[in-house]
C-alpha cells in the first residue's frame, strides 16, 4: 500500500461519518438552512441529527443559531468558514485516495 | 450537489415566476395590438422602454410578495428554510447566463432578418417554438424524477405550439403574444399543481425540541 493510498485512514473522522457527511455536504452548497430542512432532506431522526450538529460545533465546523420566525422557534445552522475549508480537503483527500487506488495494479 | 437548487422549486414558484413573466408578456403584446398606431410603445414594436415596467413590475411584485408569501405559509413550515449562497460563482454563473442571453437575442435577430430576406417566415416560427419549448423541458428534466407527470405538460405545450402556430398567421412578432399567453397558462397551472401536490403530500412540522 502506498503513501497516497494509506491518506485514506488519515481523513477526517468528523466529516467522514456518513451521517456527517451528508449534514456537511448539504452545507456546504448552501449559506444557511435551518434544522428542519437537514430533517427533512437526511431523513434522520431528531436526536441523531442534533448529536450530528452538536459534534460538528464542537469540532467548529457548524455554526449553530436559535433564532424566531415570528413566534416559532427556528434553529439557522451554517457552515462556518474552517467547515468550508475542512471539507474541501476531505474532498480532495477521498478524491486523490481514489484515484490511486485506481492506478494500483 | 444540486440538490438545494432543485428544492427551490419545491413548491412551484419557480414555474409561476416564469407562468407570470409570460403573461406579462402576453399582456404587452396585447396592449401593442389594441393601442393606436402612434401610440408610443408602438413607435419601435413590441419592445419599447416605456413598457418594461408592465412586463417587470407584476414579476417583481409576484417574486416580492407571492414567493416569499408561499414559502413562509408552506414550505418553510413543512420541509425547512434554505438561503442560497450568492458567492463569487454565482456572479459569475449570472455573467454567463447574461452572456447566452444577448448571444441568443443576436442569434434572433439574425435568424428574424435572413427568414425576411429568404421568406422563409415557417422556419423562424419553428425555430423560436423549439427554443421555448426547449426551455421549458430543460426545468423539467433539471427538477429530477419528482414529477413524472410534467413529461405530459411538456408533451401537451409541444401540441399547443404547434397548434398556435398552424391557426396563428404573420412573422414571429404576431405570434409571440398568442404564445406567450399560452405557455404563461401553461407554466402558472404546471406551478399551482406543482404547489398543490407538495402540500397534499407534505404536512407541516409540529415543532419539537431540537
Not at chain 2, 31 to 41: D, R
Given at each position: 500500500m502506498n503513501e497516497q493510498l494509506r491518506a485514506i485512514s488519515e481523513l477526517d473522522r468528523v466529516i467522514?461519518?456518513?451521517?456527517?457527511?451528508?449534514?456537511?455536504?448539504?452545507?456546504?452548497?448552501?449559506?444557511e438552512c435551518d434544522f428542519l430542512y437537514l430533517l427533512h432532506e437526511t431523513e434522520m431522526s431528531n436526536g441523531n441529527l442534533s448529536t450530528h450538529l452538536t459534534r460538528l460545533e464542537e469540532a467548529g465546523y457548524v455554526e449553530i443559531e436559535?433564532?424566531?420566525?415570528?413566534k416559532v422557534p427556528?434553529?439557522?445552522?451554517?457552515?462556518?468558514?474552517?467547515?468550508?475549508?475542512?471539507?474541501?480537503?476531505?474532498?480532495?483527500?477521498?478524491?486523490?485516495?481514489?484515484l490511486t487506488a485506481r492506478s494500483v495494479p | 450537489m444540486d440538490r438545494p437548487r432543485r428544492y427551490e422549486n419545491v413548491d412551484g414558484t419557480g414555474e409561476m415566476a416564469m407562468g407570470v413573466m409570460m403573461l406579462s408578456f402576453a399582456l404587452v403584446g396585447?396592449?401593442?395590438?389594441?393601442?393606436?398606431?402612434?401610440?408610443?410603445?408602438r413607435k419601435n414594436g413590441l419592445a419599447t422602454f416605456e413598457i418594461l415596467p408592465i412586463i417587470f413590475i407584476p414579476i417583481w411584485a409576484?417574486?416580492?410578495?407571492?414567493?416569499?408569501?408561499?414559502?413562509?405559509?408552506?414550505?418553510?413550515?413543512?420541509?425547512?428554510?434554505?438561503?442560497?449562497?450568492?458567492?463569487?460563482?454565482?456572479?459569475?454563473?449570472?455573467?454567463?447566463?447574461?452572456?447566452?442571453?444577448?448571444?441568443?437575442?443576436?442569434?434572433?435577430?439574425?435568424?428574424?432578418?435572413?427568414?425576411?430576406?429568404?421568406?422563409?417566415?415557417?422556419?423562424?416560427?419553428?425555430?423560436?417554438?423549439?427554443?421555448?419549448?426547449?426551455?421549458?423541458?430543460f426545468s423539467?428534466?433539471?427538477?429530477?424524477?419528482?414529477?413524472?407527470?410534467?413529461g405530459l405538460v411538456v408533451i401537451f405545450m409541444a401540441l399547443g405550439l404547434i397548434a398556435i402556430a398552424l391557426v396563428v398567421p404573420g412573422d414571429a412578432v404576431q405570434l409571440f403574444p398568442p404564445v406567450a399567453l399560452f405557455l404563461g397558462l401553461v407554466w402558472l397551472g404546471s406551478g399551482v399543481a406543482t404547489l398543490y401536490?407538495?402540500?397534499?403530500?407534505?404536512?407541516?412540522?409540529?415543532?419539537?425540541?431540537?
Open positions: 467522514h461519518e456518513p451521517g456527517r457527511l451528508m449534514i456537511v455536504a448539504l452545507l456546504a452548497v448552501v449559506k436559535k433564532t424566531y420566525r415570528g427556528m434553529t439557522l445552522l451554517r457552515l462556518t468558514r474552517a467547515g468550508r475549508a475542512a471539507f474541501e480537503d476531505y474532498r480532495k483527500a477521498l478524491k486523490a485516495a481514489f | 396585447y396592449l401593442s395590438s389594441v393601442l393606436p398606431e402612434g401610440a408610443l410603445w409576484f417574486q416580492h410578495w407571492g414567493v416569499k408569501a408561499i414559502k413562509r405559509h408552506f414550505t418553510w413550515p413543512r420541509t425547512g428554510y434554505v438561503a442560497y449562497r450568492r458567492g463569487g460563482k454565482f456572479w459569475w454563473k449570472a455573467a454567463v447566463v447574461c452572456f447566452a442571453g444577448v448571444v441568443l437575442g443576436a442569434g434572433g435577430v439574425c435568424l428574424t432578418v435572413l427568414a425576411r430576406r429568404f421568406h422563409a417566415m415557417s422556419l423562424e416560427r419553428a425555430v423560436y417554438l423549439a427554443i421555448l419549448l426547449a426551455a421549458y423541458a423539467v428534466l433539471r427538477s429530477g424524477t419528482e414529477h413524472a407527470w410534467k401536490l407538495y402540500i397534499r403530500h407534505t404536512q407541516p412540522r409540529a415543532p419539537e425540541a431540537e
